[in-house]
């Protein structure tokens, strides 16, 4: 039962432009989330998160924007840049320190 | 700071026979993750530690797979016997969070990548 999951396999962006990954879930008791980065061969990087109380959330070129009602998220990357080409997981919690339960991940390419 | 640290990072084994993970977490981080990830799949977990005790563990197959954390700090997951099924990559993760809140993300580990043959 996969209560986390992003539609796109894969995304193809020029560098320079903005890339923008999906996310959907099915629980209404996720109230934490989080998008992680992965490069071959390594963990997952932890890149920015938000809780249930805001709607936007920006760190630098990232932002994640969450729409409850819809049981949305998305990640703006802008810009896009060559080294951002990874596998990106969206990961959502209920509180209190629940585990993380992932999509299956979109890959992304940004080519010069 | 170091970060989560595992061992081995490959191993490959035969069906039936049995193998065993090593993680060791960051620093003071109370609460230790085990995640399974098959291949173009997302981490699934397997179990979650606070400290020494065991928080959620409702995902791991208990016929054949078992985790400790002695002391509270390293970890081990042990598979007896593997199925060609368990191919996969094992993430061990760590967390700062007694409770939950923004910023307590998890930190994960390079991964074992484990072939069952």
């Known amino acids: 039962d996969q209560q986390v999951k992003q539609n796109s396999p894969s995304l193809s962006v020029q560098e320079g432009r903005i890339s923008i990954l999906n996310c959907d879930y099915t629980?209404?008791?996720?109230?934490?989330f989080l998008w992680y980065k992965k490069y071959p061969a390594e963990g997952p990087t932890f890149l920015i998160s938000?809780?249930?109380?805001?709607d936007k959330n920006e760190d630098g070129r990232f932002t994640v924007f969450l729409n409850k009602s819809a049981k949305h998220l998305s990640l703006h990357i802008v810009p896009s840049q060559p080294g951002d080409s990874a596998v990106y997981f969206c990961?959502?919690?209920?509180?209190?320190?629940?585990?993380?339960?992932f999509g299956k991940g979109t890959s992304l390419l940004v080519t010069p | 700071e170091a970060g989560v640290a595992q061992s081995p990072r490959y191993k490959i084994i035969e069906k039936r026979q049995s193998v065993a993970f090593w993680c060791n977490p960051i620093?003071?981080?109370?609460?230790l993750y085990w995640y399974q990830q098959i291949l173009g799949q997302g981490p699934k977990l397997l179990i979650q530690?606070?400290?020494?005790?065991?928080v959620d563990d409702s995902q791991l197959p208990k016929d054949r797979f078992s985790a400790e954390r002695l002391k509270g700090v390293d970890s081990t997951l042990k598979i007896q016997p593997a199925k060609l099924e368990d191919s996969a990559v094992y993430l061990c993760?760590?967390?700062?969070?007694?409770?939950w809140g923004l910023g307590n993300e998890q930190f994960f580990g390079p991964g074992t990548r484990l072939t069952v043959l």
């Open positions: 993760a760590s967390s700062s969070a007694s409770s």
């Open positions: 629980n209404s008791m996720f109230d934490y």
């Open positions: 938000i809780s249930s109380i805001k």
């Open positions: 990961a959502a919690s209920e509180n209190s320190g629940y585990a993380l339960n």
């Open positions: 620093s003071g981080h109370a609460t």
């Open positions: 530690f606070q400290n020494n005790g065991v």
